[in-house]
């Protein structure tokens, strides 16, 4: 967080006529300006425009008519800048930012041994070594390479995945941007996606099935799920959409797909309307809805998972270990990680629940099952780290490892965009909403 | 979330829940997963959006117990404060004389008894109860007023006057500017911050604090990157100038 205080200009004025002075007169002539002025830095003076101005005229300027110098030191007239110039050039008095990242989504390349971050305060993706681990009293964690700037298209971020055979990047932009933008897996700085692929606004996760090479998109808003050719790009258009009343579908989230089974997840927040029929909103428990991988069209999931004992409480991004087919979710404001069997259904409580102190888990959006490696990762949108598991970890239990990008006790802002803000004048607090 | 309103008379904080057509009404000081106290929901509500956005603001004016929100088809809906359920619009506001466009962000001031709804890169100013099809009272619009369009606005019911979003093309603005509620036309602000000359930042939303004589703007990269690479941040200026 930082904090601008607004700068002194008046002082910085006084030390430079201080310093004519001492040009004109000599020391001597200013012993009794000696103690209360010091010159004690030299800085720029920000091209802010003035805090306080005087008039400039032949007229209203004392000196300058006659032309004799020491007229200048004359008592002049200085006016605040609030005499009626229409624009305001002071600076901001204060700000309040997050400089750490805060990181929304995870994906882990085993063929590179890297982990890929998605920072959404800063639009860019963080590239680390998988085996980085920032202990206790170390610094926060360096990445290897970061992808960041206006060529790139990283905006408004949401879901980044990594292709296991290219080591191709991937990242879907929820808002402005409607777009998947693709990198290779080398790609530093700012520089151009080597593929872009439009897609329907507030989209928001995304899996690919190598076996058909089909792209699985979800999308918040209608709630659906469009599948591409994983080589889409452009304007293509998504080879089959699930989409409708009977899909259950609504304000859709987290996405993972079940290859081996051939299976399709997707987590619903339960914000439900009808945007063609005016009144038709309403509120339903957050859900997981489950579908044949090649389900189309308005088609009923085959099972739903809904319910108190799920715990879930807006869940974000899901993944799946595919020897067992459980399904790891991220429980944004459930503060936890909570599994399910593949076939479970109705109001059933987690498998396994990983949460509590020991965990480091804070407002986790992100999760990423490392078959290979037998891990669990998670990103941790409360504290500006990843922490990761072994894939067996259940209840209270202490990372493995983590990547810090901030000192150890961060708590996050966890702005994901500050579009928008209220001021409380009862309790002098200002509302972000996220 | 686009805009929303904190009503300091009732301590009440007011939002929408745009995917499910709903304006929710907390406490002032709701903390935690906290019900809300009231819902507006339902068929008679009227409350629609669209496919890409909308139901994504609100106003309130306390002091007549009215809540705005811009729907979609370009109209106002005005709620009762206090209504609850399924209830229908107390009056609504749109129609092709009103000039209002898509969902527009919407101010009101009690004191003046005008509604602000800031539209096309214009800014309609309509008497406080207008309903229907109306031409707006005044309209503040052209290079001049370098009127522009932003996500939320205030209006300072004490001085009368509107501070929005200025400079800007039609969905963003560079600036935020304050004009008088009596303004007509192509008239030039009364004062302007350039928000993004002096910050980097362009500014989406704006909330007042008259106490500190202060301004506070949201931003959250949209638009135009700002230098500094961080996207999201909420900047205050003071501006004495508005407020004495």
Known sequence: MSTNKPRNRGTRILVGVAAAAVGLFGLSGLQRWRDSVRLVSIEAIPDTGDACYRPVSAESTPGAASGNLFSAFEEIPVYAQDAKPPDITRPPVRDILDTAPIYSSVAVDVEHNEVMLQDANTWSIKVFSRLDNAKPGAPPTEPRRVIVGPKTDVQFNSCVWVDPGSGDIYSVENDIGDVIVVFDHEATGDLEPKRKLKVTHRAFAMAIDESTKELFLSVQYPPQVAVYSKTASGNDKPIRLLMGEKTKLSDSHGLAIDTKNKLLFINNWGNISNYRVPGSGRFEPPSITVYRLDADGDTPPLRVIQGPKTQMDWPGAMSIDPATGDLYVANDMGQSIIVFHSNDQGDVAPAKVITGPKTHISYPTGVFVDAKNQELWVTNLGNSSATVYPLSASGDVAPLRIIRSAEEDKVSLRFGKTQALVYDPIREQILVPN | ?244
């Open chain 2, 1 to 244: 979330m686009h805009g929303f309103g904190f009503d300091a008379l009732h301590d009440e904080i007011c939002v929408t829940s745009p995917l499910a057509q709903a304006i929710l009404s907390f406490r002032g000081g709701a903390n935690g997963e906290e019900p809300p106290l009231r819902v507006i929901q339902g068929p008679h509500t009227q409350i629609k959006g669209t496919a890409g956005g909308g139901n994504d603001k609100v106003s309130v004016d306390p002091v007549n117990n009215e809540i705005y929100i811009p729907i979609d088809s370009a109209k106002v809906l005005v709620f009762d404060r206090t209504a609850n359920g399924d209830v229908a619009p107390k009056r609504m506001l749109g129609g092709p004389d009103t000039q209002i466009r898509g969902v527009a962000a919407v101010a009101v001031d009690p004191i003046h008894n005008i509604v602000a709804v800031n539209s096309g890169g214009a800014m309609l100013l309509f008497d406080r109860t207008a309903s229907g099809n109306v031409k707006p009272k005044a309209v503040i619009k052209g290079p001049k007023s370098r009127m522009a369009n932003i996500s939320s606005f205030q209006i300072y019911a004490p001085k009368g006057l509107i501070i929005a979003g200025c400079d800007g093309a039609v969905a963003a603005s560079s600036s935020i500017c304050a004009w008088s509620v009596e303004d007509d036309g192509d008239v030039a602000p009364r004062s302007k911050i350039p928000v993004q000359q002096l910050t980097g930042y362009t500014p989406s939303g704006i909330a007042l604090d008259p106490a500190h004589k202060e301004v506070l703007l949201s931003a959250a990269g949209q638009r135009v990157r700002p230098t500094r690479g961080i996207m999201n941040t909420v900047i205050t200026f003071s501006w004495p100038e508005i407020f004495d």
